[in-house]
Nanobody
């Protein structure tokens, strides 16, 4: 069982930036892909961005050009750089790590963007 620990959430004004971090308890080479999902109040959890072991990235249309997902294999950490934040980016952001047979989630970190 892997543990994923997120950090970096907080309160920011619209137009501002935040960087989220997700550190895994074991080597992230063991995961096919890692990424970030978010859940706004009253809404379903949705994909934000993912990155594969090979570095291929995928973004939700609403964050393309504003968010960047990266990974540091030596630190077992995945990052989400969020720029030009909007009120609609508010939600709990969850780190995700997938193998061929399992899906793992972190506890989530709150991001609140005020307009």
């Amino acid at each position: 069982q892997v543990q994923l620990v997120e950090s970096g959430g907080g309160l920011v004004q619209a137009g501002g930036s935040l960087r989220l971090s997700c550190t895994a308890s074991r080597s992230i080479f063991s995961f096919i892909a890692m990424g970030w999902y978010r859940q706004a109040p009253g809404k379903q959890r949705e994909l934000v961005a993912t990155i594969t072991t090979g570095g291929r990235t995928n973004y939700a249309g609403s964050v393309k050009g504003r968010f960047t997902v990266t990974r540091d294999n030596a630190k077992n950490t995945v990052y989400l750089q969020m720029n030009s934040l909007k009120a609609e980016d508010t939600g709990v952001y969850y780190c995700n790590a997938e193998t061929w047979s399992t899906t793992n989630w972190g506890q989530g970190t709150q991001v609140t963007v005020t307009s």
